[in-house]
């Protein structure tokens, strides 16, 4: 009940806060409304972090980006939107790279993960980076909390009128099938959260050779909102697996070269492919991004462009929020809004 208590205690005002590295003063952050289940992506940079809050008053953290921007920017976020730390009830670690995972232990350290909470993630190493995977570890309890779910499993959440239902885990997208691509991207958790009409998906950086085929079950038809695969990039995001989802909005989650500034990324997010894809996608979806991005550069430190990508990035007729911040979206089962740190509120419909 307090953790109800202090979101109610926020109000609707707008809180002017500038937690992001990639939104311009002033911008404010969104406030959860308590009676609505919501998802908030947190701008973590070049990173993935988000948490989902549910009336009956579960949360769920979805990644938590690198460490210093979950110092920088997430705990902030925590803190202001939900008082004091108290432990998540459920970790989903989409899979076992570092601007996923790397923020867990800063999160473990300041009280917001404990052994009371439950961690969902990939399962073994495999080809994941030694330091990576055992840094995310020692931030769980061990292996009596630790799950690897199975395609089809519900992860338990919001009570019965809310569904997390993971549609791939391990490369795999079949209960007990086998895993269609081994690399760390590819074993990345995807869950569909389900209320009412509402559907949201969520996959981590699930490349192409998962989602495709899972694109081809008809599981994600009529998706309303859906959180990018892999910070835009062409991997994961083809026209097959958008058309497949069909979404209303779409969110992502990525960030501007820290030196060379807005239009630019040090990989090159968001992708031309992935935006031309989303183009021909109809009708248009609505995109909002954390940050602007661009064309890739040698690293964070040199601003000199990559040979392959010199065009700047064309949107065409999307519709879109380059420099969102912060992104929260909250519905009541049959409508929901998206409200982004830096821009406007925007209402829909859910089908």
């Known amino acids: 009940m307090t953790r109800l208590l202090h979101l109610a205690s926020l109000g609707a005002a707008a809180i002017l806060l500038l937690f992001g ?12 409304n308590p009676e609505k289940l919501s998802f908030y992506m947190v701008n973590v940079g070049q990173g993935d972090a988000a ?7 579960d949360r ?4 938590a980006g690198e460490p210093e921007p979950a110092q920088s920017s997430l705990l902030p976020v925590l803190s202001e939107i939900l008082g004091e730390p108290e432990p998540f009830d459920v970790v989903i670690a989409t899979h076992f790279h570092y601007d996923h995972v790397g923020g867990m232990q800063v999160l473990a350290d300041e009280g917001w993960l404990s052994t009371s909470t439950v961690f969902y993630d990939p399962g073994e190493q495999g080809e994941a980076n030694f330091g990576v995977y055992h840094g995310y570890t020692s931030a769980t309890c061990g292996e009596e909390c630790r799950f690897t779910p199975e395609p089809e499993e519900i992860i338990p959440f919001g009570g019965d009128a809310i569904t997390v239902t993971v549609l791939a885990a391990d490369g795999k997208i079949y209960p007990g099938g086998y895993s269609l691509d081994s690399s760390t991207n590819g074993r990345s958790i995807a869950v569909m959260i389900s209320w009412g009409e509402f559907d949201l998906y969520t996959g981590g950086d699930l490349t192409t050779d998962v989602a495709e085929p899972l694109a081809g079950r008809g599981l994600m038809a009529g998706t309303d909102v859906y959180r990018a ?13 958008l058309d497949a ?4 909005a779409v969110l992502v989650s990525l960030g501007n070269s ?3 500034g ?4 040090r990989y090159g997010h968001p992708r031309q492919g992935f935006l031309n894809a989303l183009r021909a996608v109809r009708p248009l979806p609505v995109l909002y991004q954390t940050e602007t991005g661009g064309r890739a550069v040698d690293s964070d430190t040199f601003c000199e462009v990559q040979d392959w990508d010199r065009d700047r990035r064309d949107y065409g007729d999307l519709s879109v929020v380059k420099e ?16 982004p740190e830096c821009g406007e509120r925007r209402e829909f419909t859910a089908r």
Do not use: E, K, W
């Open 229 to 241: 695969h892999h910070h835009g990039s062409n991997d994961g995001n083809t026209l097959t697996i």
């Open 21 to 32: 590295t990639g939104c311009p003063s002033p911008c404010a952050l969104p406030i959860p």
């Open 51 to 57: 948490f989902l809050l549910a009336p009956n008053g």
């Open 262 to 265: 807005p239009g630019y990324n």
């Open 60 to 63: 769920m953290l979805i990644d």
């Open 258 to 260: 820290r030196s060379c």
């Open 245 to 248: 989802l069909s979404p209303q």
């Open 324 to 339: 969102a911040g912060h992104v929260l979206v909250q519905t009541n089962g049959s409508t929901f809004s998206i409200s």
